[in-house]
């Protein structure tokens, strides 16, 4: 079956009890047992629920994978990924690191003795440079927030491989609608369904895809021994989301190459960020690897940081707030709010300035965007 087709269909079966067409919230902490050791699959509902199993399977078949997982949150997912580690282990990472990320690997895992080296996102050859005998993993975010620079995950994996460390690749801005990461090397999908996946801003949750048996058994493991599972309601919302995820990554999409090439003419801007232009510095890489260049537009305002603050206070359709990938169009100063705990020298020398703002281009009728977008701009 083709995606939009999954998207709607995979692991949602009509409820046999029923007949309901919907895939029912099980609201339910355990389930009844016919005897000993004696059950339909499921005991207790943080070890299992069939509404997160459907979740479950859709995922994976989104993402071309054997095995999906759902988590209460992307960190949470991100959290049990880490947990094939012990103490000892080392990781290679990229810079441009999504923060909570970054947070997570310095400040909690850190303290389990295994550290994390940053390299720059698309130098290849310094993966391979980063590369120690104890360096077990390889964690890729492709594209980058906010400038939206790209790993060549294909080289990426190759190198990881060389060593037997595993890949794993934060695939929340591109969604499995316009990135496979599987099918280019990689050994694990990781993404915040809080972003495109649900798509509606109204649920936090997260989830982890992969092949290899032995890694999803050890994943699952931790799902239930450590416990941060979704709601079932949560689950069925983002299910619900996913149904929709093809036309709206089309829209997002459509929206953001007229924003992108909009804000390219605008004298106000200094410079777009977006791997569809010809201009961005991955945009070959773009083309090969992605089959699509997704909804998230950054840009430099030509002015001072005051300048940008009264830019952002007279937007109308846009909102300013942190987040992305909701049906709404968002706007947010990068310096200030998703990247505020990095120190100043560090994060500007990355290219993330004072006056960069990014842009969650939402799926509203596009005119309406270029339109706020002129009159805040002006
Ligand atoms: C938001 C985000 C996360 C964290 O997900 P939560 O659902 O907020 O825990 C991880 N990676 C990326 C790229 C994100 O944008």
Same mark, same amino acid.
């Given at each position: 079956m083709k995606f939009s087709t999954k998207a709607i269909h995979a692991g949602q079966e009509p409820d046999p009890s029923s007949g309901a067409i919907m895939t029912p919230i099980f609201q339910t902490s355990t389930y009844v047992q016919t005897g000993i050791g004696e059950h339909k699959g499921y005991e207790y509902a943080r070890t299992g629920n069939p509404t997160r199993t459907a979740l479950e399977s859709? +995922? =994976?078949? +989104? &993402?071309? #994978?054997?095995? #999906?997982l759902a988590f209460a949150s992307g960190l949470a997912a991100e959290y049990a990924v880490l947990s094939l580690l012990n103490p000892g282990d080392h990781i290679v990472s990229c810079d441009d690191l999504y923060g909570g990320s970054y947070r997570l690997f310095e400040r909690v895992i #850190?303290?389990?003795?295994?550290d994390t080296d940053y390299v720059t996102v698309g130098d290849t050859s310094a993966y391979k440079k980063a590369m120690r005998p104890n360096t077990k993993m390889v964690w890729l975010e492709t594209p980058t927030n906010p400038l939206l620079r790209l790993a060549d995950i294909k080289a990426v994996a190759e190198i990881a491989h060389e060593q037997n460390a595993? +890949? !794993? !690749?934060?695939n929340t801005f591109a969604t499995p609608y316009f990135q496979q990461p599987l099918a280019l090397g990689a050994d694990i999908v990781l993404h915040s369904t809080t972003k495109y996946i649900n798509g509606h801003s109204d649920v936090i949750g997260g989830a982890v895809i992969m092949n290899d048996e032995d890694i999803y058994q050890q994943i699952k493991f931790h799902q239930n021994a450590a416990g941060a599972v979704p709601?079932?309601?949560?689950v069925w919302l983002t299910m619900r989301g996913i149904k929709t995820l093809a036309v709206r990554m089309r829209q997002h999409q &459509?929206? =953001?190459?007229d924003i992108a090439r909009y804000l390219t003419e605008h004298s106000r801007v200094q410079q777009v960020y977006y791997p569809g232009l010809a201009s961005h510095p991955d945009h070959e890489l773009a083309r090969r690897q992605m089959s699509g260049f997704g909804g998230m537009v950054s840009f430099q305002f030509k002015g001072t940081m005051d300048d940008v603050d009264s830019v952002v206070r007279r937007f109308k359709v846009f909102s300013f707030a942190e987040s992305l990938g909701g049906v709404e169009s968002l706007v947010c100063h990068p310096a200030t709010m998703t990247h505020g705990s990095i120190p100043k020298e560090i994060r500007e020398a990355r290219g993330v300035n004072d006056t960069l703002l990014r842009v969650s281009v939402g799926i509203e009728d596009v005119t309406d965007l270029?339109?706020? +977008?002129e009159q805040a701009l002006a």
């Open positions: 859709c +995922l =994976a078949s +989104l &993402e071309n #994978g054997q095995h #999906g #850190g303290r389990y003795h295994i595993l +890949l !794993v !690749v934060d709601s079932p309601f949560d &459509e929206n =953001a190459w270029i339109a706020d +977008l």
